[in-house]
């Protein structure tokens, strides 16, 4: 058996307890280089954490995911955020949970926009890079260092995302 799940826009309130949206905001821009150059400051922090600890940033080519995709598992760095940030202007699918004691709870699914990325608090539930419909490069800045910054879950039933380029699958 399978739960269904449908998918939601990505916007800054509905992701606030995951973490932060990065796009380019008008609210946070100033003007920098003799006028030149538009400045979107601060539109998310790096957290990581430990002796050793330091921010890397990095490039990920993910491939794009066959639908309707089996959620089978998900994964979280409890010592460091993780933000993934598109190079290609390709929508792709943001797949976050809350935490119930130790563990995911039901999925939720964001699609965003070529122009949107995410920084994944520390210890938040997510699914993997997920490409839609082409291979997509991504920026992402996480944490290197000693000890272990990743753990994952396996649901015992998966959960069900429709191609979220078609209208069924949004709400």
Do not use: C
Request: cysteine-free; overall charge negative; aromatic content about 10%.
């Amino acid at each position: 058996m399978s739960h269904l799940i449908s998918i939601e826009p990505l916007t800054k309130e509905a992701f606030a307890p995951f973490g932060s949206v990065i796009e380019a905001d008008p609210v946070s821009a100033r003007f920098i280089n003799g006028g030149n150059t538009e400045r979107f400051h601060g539109l998310a922090v790096a957290d990581a954490v430990g002796e050793g600890a330091r921010v890397i940033i990095n490039i990920f080519r993910g491939q794009a995911r066959a639908f309707p995709y089996r959620l089978a598992m998900m994964e979280r760095h409890p010592l460091g955020s993780q933000s993934f940030s598109p190079l290609d202007d390709r929508p792709w699918l943001a797949v976050v949970a809350e935490d119930e004691g130790g563990r995911p709870g039901r999925p939720r699914v964001f699609l965003a926009s070529g122009r949107q990325g995410v920084n994944y608090g520390r210890n938040v539930w997510h699914h993997p890079l997920m490409a839609v419909d082409a291979a997509s490069d991504f920026l992402v800045v996480d944490r290197d260092g000693p000890d272990n910054n990743l753990e994952e879950f396996f649901y015992e039933e998966p959960f069900v995302i429709l191609d979220p380029l078609s209208k069924e699958s949004t709400r």
